[in-house]
């Protein structure tokens, strides 16, 4: 079973940029994406209904904002929207698909913007994140992916010195992702590949993705109790079509 996550950053202008000449050539079993600044009425799926997939669409009450959805070939025993929480569903962020072994859950975690702006939000996010994550392991195990709009640690972004304090590379972002690591998933990437220059996102600017100068915010994120059914994890950096590239996800 092959999954992808995509931050696509605009469903409708990825799709002639590069989205559906990928999912055409070798469509993942599910696809996972964030961004798409669309609501289900403004998308044309009829394209990914002719290969199979079903889409489950989270749009937010602002128009051209956010937004998540998961494309799956293979039918979910139930699919769930947000978190459950006023504060946090007006955003579209969050789809859940539930397969009989697992839970898939979709995020586009909010960014903390310019002057950390939003960064008190932030860290409740992740708080409430967390606490949304631990109600779905008492059921059953979850694997979580997305753009989770942080670097982890050091070797995870191009210039580390030079970003601190910076939206995405903060104490308080980091110590919340190492929060959730801590309650039990793994950093799938980093389970095959500990070695430094692998990136998920690159400014447009500068000419940053031909010089690699990134950052690596795009995860998938596995329960440790499901870990044994991981076969691999990759970046996909060759593949274009937005300031992201594509992250998959193989299990047996």
Known sequence: MRLTSWNINGI??????GLR???????????????TKAD???IDLIWA???GYEAHVASGVRKGYSGTAILTRTAPERVTFGLGMEEHDQEGRVVTATFP???LVNVYTPNSQRGLLRLDYRVKWDLDFLDFLQRLRAEKPVIFCGDLNCAHQEIDLANPKQNRRNAGFTNEERSGLTRILDAGFLDSFRQFEPGPNHYTWWTQRVDARARNIGWRIDYFMVDTRFWDRVVSAS???EVLGSDHCPVELVLR
């Not at 000449?21 to 961004?35: K, M």
């Open 49 to 51: 209904a002719s290969l």
């Open 21 to 35: 000449s990928f999912v055409e050539a070798e469509p993942p079993d599910v696809l996972c994406l964030q961004e």
């Open 101 to 103: 072994d697992f839970h």
């Open 12 to 17: 409708r202008a990825a799709m002639d940029k």
């Open 40 to 42: 289900s009425s403004q």
């Open 235 to 237: 970046i996909r950096s």
